[in-house]
């Protein structure tokens, strides 16, 4: 299964995710280092990450990227 890489842009008034697929790689390190290389020289504005996601296709990854999750609670120590 490819690794997905793609830019995840959040509105800010409803919360919605608009997503841009920005490449697709076959090993992670490669995805990872190509990650790290963008967010070096082409940061993004706020709203905007970049994210690595792991699926069977592009689909998918647009699919689990949409998702809904839950915030972490932060634990006493980790505040």
């Given at each position: 299964?490819?690794?997905?890489l ?68 932060a ?5």
């Open positions: 299964m490819p690794y997905y793609y830019v995840v842009t959040t509105s800010n008034t409803s919360g919605s995710k608009s997503l841009r697929r920005v490449a697709e790689f076959d090993i992670f390190r490669t995805a990872k280092n190509e990650a790290k290389r963008l967010r070096a020289e082409a940061p993004l504005d706020d709203n905007s990450i970049y994210k690595i996601m792991f699926a069977e296709s592009a689909e998918q990854a647009e699919q689990r990227l949409k998702e809904h999750r839950e915030q972490p609670i634990r006493e120590w980790e505040k």
